[in-house]
């Protein structure tokens, strides 16, 4: 395990905790895409099927117990606790134009054909598309409160650094995994124009929301 895989799995978690700490905090949802998370937990679940059956390390294990645990209390506070202040009427990404290419998707490219392998190939495909509901809805409000801009950046983040991760296992293992790297790859470039706003304009967004309408292009 190289320092590129653990600075992105610490991004990831600091991504989820940031989110989790902003719902808890405020009481509230808003401006948070519920559909997202629900991908996202998703994703947490298909790809550790093997979480009992498969040990690799306690690095490992710990990672993906925090990461379902973040995910489904993340979901919880969305559509329990604080449904609420959940923002329905702006959350409108239709999910099956994501679930049902995927799900194809996983059962024409994987590497075994196999209940847990076309799973884990599953999770892979949606993980790079889970983040659109969320975009799509800033994109929609024309706006996104600080800590949401904070979320979406360590999630890039995160994938940047797994880029990484893969450009130096390549040198250093001689190992390739292509679903992984090319859902990476289309994964990052959705984070893209993001980078370019957040980097630019970060400052002048703390402490209020950030219209996003007024920087596009």
């Not at 320092?3 to 600091?14: E, T």
């Not at 049902?100 to 495909?125: A, D, H």
């Not at 650094?161 to 859902?183: H, M």
């Amino acid at each position: 395990m190289n320092v590129f895989r653990i600075l992105g799995d610490l991004s990831h978690l600091l991504a989820m905790i940031l989110l989790l700490g902003k719902i808890w905090r405020s009481k509230c949802c808003t401006g948070i895409s519920g559909k997202s998370q629900i991908l996202f937990a998703l994703v947490f679940t298909t790809r550790y099927l093997d979480l009992f059956t498969n040990f690799i390390s306690i690095y490992n294990t710990v990672m993906k117990v925090v990461f379902l645990l973040c995910a489904y209390v993340t979901v919880y506070m969305i559509y329990g606790k604080f449904r609420k202040t959940f923002d329905s009427e702006n959350d409108t990404f239709r999910l099956e134009f994501l679930l049902v290419p995927v799900i194809g998707l996983s059962f024409l490219e994987n590497y075994n054909f196999t209940p847990l392998e076309i799973l884990w190939t599953f999770s892979i495909y949606l993980e790079s598309v889970a983040i659109l509901p969320q975009l799509f809805m800033i994109s929609k409000t024309g706006e996104a409160e600080t800590i949401t801009t904070h979320y979406l950046f360590f999630l890039g983040l995160y994938r940047a650094l797994y880029l990484a991760n893969w450009i130096r296992r390549y040198q250093t293992e001689n190992f390739y995994d292509q679903i992984a790297v090319v859902s990476g790859v289309v994964q990052t470039i959705f984070y893209c124009d993001f980078f370019y706003l957040y980097v630019t304009k970060g400052r002048s967004w703390e402490n209020r929301a950030m219209p996003l309408r007024s920087h596009s292009s």
